[in-house]
Nanobody, 114 residues
Framework: QVQLVESGGGLVQPGGSLRLSCAASGSIFNAMGWYRQAPGKQRELVAAITSGGSTNYADSVKGRFTISRDNAKNTVYLQMNSLKPEDTAVYYC??????????WGQGTQVIVSS
């Protein structure tokens, strides 16, 4: 049974930093990524990383967020710096297996507010 467990969300002031983690079990994954969904908005891709380490970022987070992965731990991370109020959202990790099954984490809330 595949499980994705997220951690690291919370309340932070503008300009602050948070690090999200998503640990997976039950399978081996090709691509890993992070999505977010703000109230009243559609879920959007934040960042993604392939098994080879190639990364892709939404324009709104380039230069501020960094995605990384530890294959030995089956874990993906999202380092978020210079956070802005518009980064407030529920963040979901997303993983795709080599056979193209997609799994989602339960979501972790990030609130950027003074």
């Amino acid at each position: 049974q595949v499980q994705l467990v997220e951690s690291g969300g919370g309340l932070v002031q503008p300009g602050g930093s948070l690090r999200l983690s998503c640990a997976a079990s039950g399978s081996i994954f090709n691509a890993m990524g992070w999505y977010r969904q703000a109230p009243g908005k559609q879920r959007e891709l934040v960042a993604a990383i392939t098994s080879g380490g190639s990364t892709n970022y939404a324009d709104s987070v380039k230069g501020r967020f960094t995605i990384s992965r530890d294959n030995a731990k089956n874990t993906v991370y999202l380092q978020m710096n210079s956070l802005k109020p518009e980064d407030t959202a529920v963040y979901y990790c997303n993983m795709r297996t080599w056979t193209n099954y997609i799994y989602w984490g339960q979501g972790t809330q990030v609130i950027v507010s003074s």
